[in-house]
């Protein structure tokens, strides 16, 4: 078609005759359209000074000198296909037509098992970038998709949706091992429940408006360890992408560089064990990590000795002392591995030890013997034999003696899991890196990732091979190769980040747009980036919410209201956010966990105060709020709302209660009878319950 436009707008004049435009074009439009099928405008007469500027050829040819030139010249450049008119973006389809987009779960179906919080992010990926289509929900016309709003709101339970629930009355239940799971589905019954609007409370019927069915959601956890990962940061990390390749192979995975991975050097001190942390993770505390007006009185545990630190800023090293792009910033760095042999039932006592250098050179090497007899050499763990003990003298004292006259205020220890290698030589000392926590597991504390597991994905090495058991110089140098990396890469280098991909930045990566949404050239589905906005209280810049393409930070869930209707509409003459809005909006009510007393008080940001406020207002507003929302989305817009959660208070409270018993129990020379908490068999039970209580959370899919 072009083709033929062409030749007939050629064939208007003769190829001879050119004409300037001040005679060809008689009019005052500067962007003047064209009629390709009409005559064209042929002068009678040419006066001299008309072609003064053009040099005749044969048969008077006033074609031009050259092919552009000066503006001055008096000619002007027409592009031909000017006249030509653009495709309009696919026009959205109505409502009830067969194009329109949907969410669907056939009524009749049976699912017995409970989706998941990934169950929810994937339909999201699914939608707008690569994923693997959902089994669990149906996805008709998923180009046609032009918005996904998700709404995050804690303290929304299942049992609030039963016809007769009174909420005057809802919290009264007590917590403790008396606590019931607040749900009304059965492991018995099939998911997920049908929304009837005579069947719910009067406040939330408008949820049966907006959507069909009510789905049991299972927060990620471990009963067994007594946690739950964090809904947010689940909902908002998007696993790392497999090729064929990685998903064929077994075993252990070697780590890669997320895209668009930038490395940021940086010095060991920022990896440090703080203070406040030595406790939680079963360190003893060293003396120059108490309160200055506790120290003159301390005393170290029978046999236990502490490093010649008097307070921590002893270990501070001036600036102009350190080396311009060091990353040991001044600081002598040792690691440390131990190996120990058991001398009676739960009880383990030193047999070597093992001190390298930051050049991994071997400045400790050294053969112990306990003051009891072995009773287990464990030497498919240790590597120690009774013979390799037969003709040895060293004694603890004798290593601890050494240890304190090579650690000084400015040395850091290096190791994995060193709280044990600690307790195993009595010794405390306030400077530490532990590998076991700058390389946490994926699933969070108390788990921890072995020291094989971390040289195979992060060093691809092979240790602690075969059956004679490890060697504690080369699990040393492990743990020194392994901070290494760290410095060199960052922070964020083999964290919960490098697991996976923050869900705002893979949509900026890999969000696809199809012909409804992008126009004649995405036909087929083309990698466009989408937009994303994060509305939630505080900074979203100090979180997950930095990757997002505009975060919003507010102080009340009317604030996050006003922000999700701006995200979803953009600014009126698009002041930061352009007209049309972004293409995906996270946003966060949460008044309503403030009041439930569901709010997690280790952030910066404290809880509203809703002491005048009841449950019922807080419901209310919360759904009127939803439904505002829900009405003000543009037709083709996903919707999704989710609790997160159940109730995390009595978990909450047993893992304080556990933290406390471990922080007295580990302290050196405790007393069972002394302790002022005390955890048994029927606590750890009463987590796992709690554990399990808080895993159940709500969702709702739908489509405006």
Same mark, same amino acid.
């Given at each position: ?452 597991? =971390?040289?195979?994905?992060?060093? $691809?090495? @092979?240790?602690? #091979?075969?059956? !004679? %058991? /490890?060697? *504690? ?6 743990? =020194?190769?392994?901070?290494?990396? $760290?410095? @060199?890469?960052? #922070?964020?280098? !083999? %964290? /919960?980040? *490098? ?12 969000? $696809? ?192």
């Amino acid at each position: 078609m072009e083709d033929t436009t062409a030749h007939s707008e050629e064939g208007l004049l003769d190829e001879s005759l050119h004409l300037p435009v001040d005679i060809a074009l008689q009019m005052d439009d500067q962007n003047p359209s064209f009629d390709l099928e009409a005559q064209p405008h042929v002068p009678v007469e040419l006066t001299e000074d008309a072609s003064t500027d053009t040099t005749p050829s044969e048969g008077s040819s006033l074609k031009r000198s050259k092919p552009h030139d000066d503006a001055e010249d008096g000619w002007q450049t027409v592009d031909r296909h000017s006249a030509k008119k653009h495709k309009q973006d696919k026009k959205i389809p109505a409502p009830k037509s067969s194009n329109y987009p949907s969410i669907s779960f056939n009524h009749n179906a049976k699912l017995q098992s409970k989706i998941t919080l990934d169950s929810l992010r994937s339909l999201i990926l699914y939608i707008f970038a690569e994923g693997t289509a959902p089994q669990w929900v149906s996805i008709s016309q998923r180009p046609q998709f032009r918005k996904i709003v998700v709404l995050m709101v804690p303290g929304l339970e299942e049992a609030m949706f039963k016809q007769d629930v009174d909420f005057a009355t809802y919290n009264d239940q007590p917590l403790g091992d008396q606590q019931r799971p607040r749900v009304l589905t059965s492991p018995d019954d099939y998911y997920p429940r049908l929304l009837k609007k005579d069947e719910l409370p009067e406040i939330l019927k408008d949820f049966a408006d907006m959507f069909s069915h009510l789905w049991p959601v299972k927060t990620p956890g471990n009963e067994k360890h007594g946690t739950i990962r964090s809904p947010l940061g689940t909902m908002l990390t998007a696993p790392n992408e497999k090729t064929k390749e990685e998903k064929a192979q077994r075993g252990v995975q070697p780590a890669k560089e997320p895209k668009g991975w930038k490395d940021e050097r940086t010095r060991i001190t920022e990896f440090l064990t703080m203070p406040e942390d030595f406790e939680a993770n079963g360190y003893a505390l060293h003396p120059a990590c108490i309160p200055a007006e506790w120290r003159k009185d301390y005393q170290d545990a029978e046999g236990w000795v502490h490093t010649n630190v008097l307070k921590l800023s002893d270990g501070n090293v001036p600036e102009k002392e350190i080396q311009q792009g060091s990353v040991t910033a001044g600081r002598e760095v040792y690691a440390l591995d131990c190996e120990m042999c058991k001398t009676g039932p739960d009880e383990f006592a030193l047999t070597r030890v093992s001190l390298v250098n930051w050049d991994g050179t071997r400045v400790v090497d050294s053969l112990v013997k306990p003051d009891k007899p072995i009773t287990d050499y464990v030497t498919r763990y240790s590597g120690i034999t009774e013979q390799m003990l037969t003709h040895i003298t060293t004694t603890l004292q004798d290593v601890q003696a050494r240890l304190l006259k090579i650690l000084h205020p400015r040395t850091i220890l290096v190791g994995h899991s060193l709280d044990s290698d600690m307790k195993a030589l009595q010794l405390t000392h306030p400077f530490i890196v532990d590998t076991a926590l700058l390389y946490p597991h994926n699933r969070g504390p108390p788990l921890k990732n072995s020291l094989k597991f =971390l040289a195979q994905r992060f060093l $691809k090495r @092979e240790i602690q #091979k075969g059956l !004679g %058991g /490890h060697d *504690s110089v080369e699990d040393a140098r492990t743990c =020194l190769d392994l901070v290494k990396q $760290k410095c @060199e890469k960052g #922070k964020a280098w !083999g %964290g /919960h980040e *490098s697991h996976g991909e923050n869900l705002f930045r893979r949509l900026t990566r890999t969000g $696809k747009s199809y012909r409804a949404n992008g126009g004649v050239e995405a036909k087929g589905g083309v990698n466009s980036g989408k937009t994303s906005a994060m509305i939630d209280w505080g900074d979203p810049l100090r979180g997950v919410g930095a990757a997002s393409t505009f975060p919003i930070g507010c102080k009340s869930d009317e604030e996050v209201l006003d922000g999700i209707l701006r995200a979803v509409k953009g600014d009126p003459v698009a002041e930061e956010i352009p007209v049309g809005g972004a293409d995906f909006v996270f946003a966060r009510f949460r008044e309503l966990e403030a009041f439930q007393r569901w709010w997690n008080r280790n952030g910066d940001l404290a809880p509203p105060d809703l002491s005048e406020s009841s449950l019922e207002a807080c419901v209310r507003n919360l759904t009127q709020r939803i439904k505002r929302v829900h009405d003000s989305l543009p037709p083709c817009t996903g919707l999704v709302v989710f609790s997160g959660s159940g109730d995390p208070r009595e978990m909450a409270r047993l893992q304080a209660m556990h933290a406390q018993f471990k922080k007295e129990y580990n302290a050196p020379g405790s007393n069972w009878d002394d302790l002022s908490v005390k955890w048994t068999d029927k606590e750890a039970q009463d987590l796992k319950k709690a554990v399990g209580v808080a895993r159940n959370g709500i969702g709702f899919i739908g489509v405006k």
